[in-house]
């Protein structure tokens, strides 16, 4: 107990202080590598508890049937696809506010992506619960895929809770592609920094073979710029999908054409809100105030008082078209919203979703945490009231008066509803303890952006990331590694001799270092001050250059890796990349590039994808089995719409990630000289250069680093 109590004043104590990038890294990987204190499994214990009464309930469903729920022959859809449309809006907004401020090259979205496309993956698990046990025959579930069942029917591809399958498929796969090629990069850090052990082992598999190669960092951007692409429409149209659920029916209150864009903009409110509120409680939890800052929580509170406008201005346009016709049922729901039984959850939904969001016109709210908490907990409370009023209050009231009924919630739509909720928590709280809760390359590159884009003479104060040189001389301090903020404290890796990977014999190693670092005085950077580094021989150049391929260099700093990729340039013919864990587009002009077809793969892809969907649907229903639908024919281009869309995208984006893989060749094999260069850049925070030559040129490469920019390490390597 005692330390527990100490894991817990040591967390509290690390999270305390202020951070500058290198630091903000440095916590970040620690998260995930250090042990978690004992609060953060307790609250995952809490969560597990309730995700018990989830599956508790679910048995029930089950063993009993969907009559458990409160649910009759009159108000067939309840609480059940209330709660699935509720977690589908709250995990619209991840995925969307990561593509669309990426397309838009905003980069405060770099502290808050991962977290909200996590978010997204976890909130869509916690809605497909929904569907899949309201069928009744849990085990029948197979009968939703496009193929026919054991009486050779196929699914009705004219209906929208088909198309809810694929829309909801796609979205899912298509965020976790989205999310795992973001990951990559920051997966491979962690590697690199692990020691020996399983730890390594699933990192090596999961970053597959990951070197940060400024080649593949060009494929990645192209990919990652195509998913993104392919990501903005499909969010949109997931939310409009699903609105085509109830905007197809005849239904007084659902047979409207303002659905689609209604439930899209109310998706949108509830997820900023959710993201919003999670955030403030991982930047406190985590210590991460100098990452996610008051800034980026007042540009989501914007977001909420937008999207809370545009949904009240869908309320009043509702009730106008309800009120302006000549429908008599249409009234008659409308009226039982003001005056009736569903007067009070309307109350809630219009005092939640319209008002609240109000409240962001005051800059100090919408800067204050604790009131972006509590606006968006009330912002989703009044979602889920929303779709609870949509869902009954139509069923509710029907044409007939036979049909009319009340719905009241049992304690297992309650409990499936808390459930859902801490299933979305326990899945959370581990990924904050096993995945970087930052993307750390895109905070790297976007500081690297930010100090090419600024002056020098304007570089120190500009931006919370600039770099900042020291006062103090000493000589295990590299002034570009000195950062605005506390100094850093240098991480200690502890690794025994006997821990030490194995030299190869074939590997000669140089080292290259510096006669002075750059230095000036009152706290501003020269970059006049740089002086041309010396060699001194670590372990002795090769005798003979004969079977030697390759020459690594690391190099501490941008200016002398730029330095010697413009030296080694003018020989010829060489071939040079350099490995860095964020991309440097100032080295593409230096690095060879391999012909690309992401984006031709992606295209290819779509193609084959919508074939194929028109394809099964049109055998579907012509020659499969053909429905006699009222007075539609067999087959209408109109209805095979989404489906195609969906699959379309859903196919493009594997094109796209395939095709990324392979022209990076990943999964990599290993290389163990590479991988101790990569360790120790990620130690020390160098930049490695790797420069493939002809044997006769390795010494006159290795001569140019020793009288070069280079300011690292060299290697030839057999």
Not at 534 to 552: C, F, H, I, M, Q
Not at 602 to 612: D, P, V, W
Not at 683 to 691: A, C, D, K, T
Request: charged share 15%.
């Amino acid at each position: 107990m005692t330390q527990a109590h100490a894991l817990d004043e040591e967390f509290a104590a690390a999270k305390s202080s202020p951070l500058n990038l290198e630091q903000l890294s440095e916590r970040v990987s620690l998260l995930v590598e250090q042990k978690a204190p004992p609060s953060l499994w307790l609250m995952v214990a809490i969560g597990t508890m309730v995700v018990g009464l989830l599956a508790a309930s679910l048995s029930l469903v089950t063993g009993r049937g969907i009559g458990v729920w409160g649910n009759d022959q009159t108000v067939g859809w309840a609480c059940d696809i209330s709660g699935f449309v509720f977690w589908i809006g709250i995990g619209h907004a991840g995925t969307l506010i990561s593509a669309i401020l990426f397309l838009f090259r905003q980069r405060w979205r770099t502290t808050i992506n991962r977290a909200a496309e996590a978010m997204t993956l976890f909130a869509v698990m916690a809605a497909a619960i929904y569907p899949v046990f309201h069928l009744g025959r849990v085990w029948l579930g197979y009968w939703l895929l496009p193929a026919p069942n054991q009486m050779l029917v196929w699914p009705n591809f004219k209906s929208p809770l088909t198309w809810d399958v694929f829309a909801i498929s796609t979205y899912f796969l298509v965020s976790l592609i989205f999310w795992y090629l973001g990951l990559i990069p920051d997966l491979a850090q962690l590697r690199d920094r692990a020691q020996f052990g399983t730890r390594k082992r699933v990192l090596s598999r999961l970053s597959l073979g990951w070197n940060g190669s400024q080649r593949d960092w060009q494929y990645y951007e192209r990919a990652y710029l195509t998913l993104a692409g392919l990501a903005t429409p499909l969010v949109v149209s997931v939310h409009t999908i699903v609105s085509f659920d109830f905007a197809v029916a005849v239904l007084p209150g659902w047979h409207s054409t303002l659905f689609p864009p209604y439930f899209v903009a109310g998706a949108i409110l509830s997820g900023s809100a959710w993201v919003g509120a999670l955030l403030v409680l991982v930047r406190d939890y985590c210590g991460l105030k100098d990452a996610i800052t008051v800034r980026h929580i007042e540009k989501l509170n914007q977001l909420v008082l937008a999207t809370g406008t545009l949904v009240g201005g869908s309320y009043l346009i509702e009730f106008y078209l309800g009120f302006a016709g000549e429908d008599a049922f249409e009234k008659a729901v409308l009226l039982d919203r003001l005056l009736g039984a569903k007067a009070l959850p309307f109350a809630v939904m219009v005092g939640c979703n319209v008002l609240l969001p109000q409240l962001y016109w005051f800059s100090k709210l919408r800067r204050s945490l604790v009131a972006t908490v509590v606006i968006g907990i009330g912002v989703n409370i009044g979602m889920w009231f929303e779709r609870y009023v949509i869902v009954t209050g139509s069923l509710e009231r029907s044409f007939l008066p036979s049909t009319l009924s009340r719905f009241t919630p049992t304690a297992v739509d309650i409990a499936m509803l808390v459930g859902t909720i801490g299933l979305f928590f326990t899945l959370f709280l581990l990924f904050l303890r096993y995945v970087p809760v930052l993307s750390l390359h895109e905070l790297r590159s976007d500081r690297h952006l930010a100090e090419t884009e600024i002056p020098d003479s304007h570089r120190a104060g500009a931006a919370p990331f600039t770099a900042k040189a020291t006062v103090e001389d000493s000589s295990d301090t590299d002034p570009t590694l000195i950062f605005r903020g506390w100094p850093v404290e240098a991480r200690k890796r502890g690794m025994s001799t006997s821990q030490q990977p194995a030299l190869d014999p074939s590997v000669q190693v140089v080292e290259v270092r510096s006669s002075h670092e750059a230095r000036s005085s009152h706290g501003t950077t020269d970059s006049s001050l740089h002086r041309a580094p010396k060699l001194s021989l670590l372990r002795g150049a090769p005798a003979s250059n004969e079977s030697v391929t390759s020459v690594v260099g690391l190099c501490r700093d941008l200016p002398s890796l730029l330095g010697a990729c413009e030296q080694l340039q003018a020989m010829s013919p060489l071939q040079l990349d350099v490995y860095a864990p964020y991309p440097i587009h100032e080295t593409h002009r230096y690095v060879a590039q391999d012909s690309s077809r992401i984006a031709l793969s992606a295209l290819l892809g779509g193609c084959f994808g919508a074939s194929l969907a028109i394809g099964l649907q049109y055998y579907a229903q012509v020659i499969g089995y053909p429905l006699a639908l009222g007075n539609h024919a067999a087959w209408s281009w109109q209805f095979a719409v989404p489906v195609t869309f969906e699959v379309a995208v859903l196919f493009a984006a594997l094109g796209c990630f395939f095709s990324f893989l392979r022209a990076c060749g990943l999964p990599a094999t290993h290389d163990s000289a590479m991988d101790a260069c990569l360790t120790q850049r990620s130690g020390e925070g160098r930049l490695v250069v790797r420069i493939e030559c002809g044997h006769s040129d390795v010494r006159k490469v290795v001569s140019l680093l020793e009288h070069g920019n280079a300011s690292g390490v060299a290697e030839a390597i057999k």
